[in-house]
């Protein structure tokens, strides 16, 4: 009984959660939400709804702008997965009749009869098996349905012709009805923990104004307000209607100054779109199928050139500035480089870690406790030039990375492995200043296993760190010289191994 009482509980706050991260951005002129909802709208997509501003909404799957966006939360207390069959079975969202899916025909018949305007979002803890057939279908930018795939074969024997017949069947639709359903299809996968959660509102809270709650209290009072509302028959907000009900309960802290947020993507977070809340976004997603690059050239001749383009931009004049980097390593790094430390330029990031806060290098004062970094050096071949780094900070990979220096990098003669002293995972970085502080020691350890290579030896860098490390890395990579760097197939949807992605510096034809 515990156990039940204790995961409604948490399934209560994950929705609260969800509301919180789009009504919060109501409060923020940038942002182009205009009005959020609460256990109203369509029968099983009513947890959460959000609605766009007229000329600023996001795009759908066909590129259509999406005016309303419908979220069925659904939080498990273990982790798992599930296929396409389980949309089809009421267990899945413990229902006695009617399944998620038959729930999402209704509400796309209510709400967007002609198949455009608004989308019917699956948000939830667990993810799609990466073997079931739906997965190649699902589009890593929108998490939509990519229709060209789900409609790219023509019989029912094939893998998407399953998917099509099995949901045909369930909803009694044809191909054209089936069609025009799936493209309002989405979902998402949110790898973060309800503690993770709290700390991304606070983040939000503190932009827009909202008290915030230290992260060392137990109770977030937030979680049960909007329940409290609802009990009042208070369901729907705008910016006006929520700034006065906040007001009312004495929400609102000192007054901040909202800093200029500048995002880079690479591919979308499953709930938190960086549009809705940054004032610029690079927008490298196209550029990717899920998370592999279409083509291997476009990571110089395309990605880094925006990327120096944008970030030179956001630069300007400012002293300082904020970025949220939800991007590949290879771009994080690359974005310390073009930002280097050189560039006169006090950077913030936004890390999405268990203890997500801004980042800085000199956010909080050093402490002797935090792990340092241990390195290990293995010999491979004394008469070849390179040098291959792994640096293992939430991941060991050292092991990994040996196979593929194998198999693909002769010209390797010694790996450097870098971990840190506590042993890897997610816990090991503290903060940006230790952040930086790890990035700096890997940065000497490099050049000390550099001493005796020529200078036109080149390093190999292997990555599996906080984004805000790996641009700190990236900041001090100048004077390592020729430095090349790897992105790891890390959700097996290949072949789980390494392939290179960006050379630096680089150079121009």
Known sequence: MTQAVSARRDGDTFQARQFWLRAGQLLDAASPIVRVGFESGPKSYDDVWTEYADGREPKDASGNPLKREHIQSKWHATPGTYGYADLTDPDFINANARSLLQRA?????????????????????????????????????????????????????????????????????????????????????????????????????????????????????????????M????????????????????????????????GVKSFEHAYDRLENRCDEVLNLVPAFDKRFIHDDADWSSKLYPELATFLHDAAGDRHELRLALDAHSTLAFAAGRILDVKSGRRVELEQRTPKRDVWSADDVPADSNWPGLEQTVIDLNADAPDIAVAIGITHYITDDVRSFLDDHLPSVGRLLSLGPSSGAGYHSVEAGRHAFALAQAAKNAMRSAMGGTSREARVHIFVAAPNALTFFLGQQSPVLGRVSLYEFDFEGSRDRTYRPSLSLPVTTS
């Not at 979002?121 to 990519?146: C, M």
């Not at 979902?187 to 104004?209: K, P």
Request: hydrophobic content about 35%; charged content about 25%.
């Open 105 to 229: 025909r209704d509400a796309q018949l209510q709400n967007a009869p002609l198949g455009s305007g608004a989308q019917f979002k699956l948000v939830t803890n667990w993810h799609l098996d990466r073997h079931d057939n739906l997965n190649p279908l699902i589009s890593q930018r929108s998490g939509s349905i990519r229709l060209d795939r789900l409609f790219g074969t023509r019989t029912d024997n094939s893998k998407a012709g399953r998917i099509r017949k099995s949901w045909r069947d369930h909803l009694e639709l044809d191909d054209d009805e089936l069609r025009l359903f799936a493209g309002t299809l989405a979902f998402g996968h949110t790898s973060g923990t309800l503690d993770e959660l709290r700390g991304w509102l606070d983040i939000l809270f503190a932009s827009v104004g909202l008290r915030r709650v230290p992260a060392h209290e137990s109770a977030f009072f937030y979680d049960d307000l909007i329940f409290q509302w």
């Open 231 to 262: 009990a009042q028959g208070r369901l729907e907000f705008d910016e006006q209607t929520l700034r006065a009900a906040c007001t009312e309960q004495g929400l609102f802290g000192d007054p901040q100054e909202r800093p200029r947020v500048y």
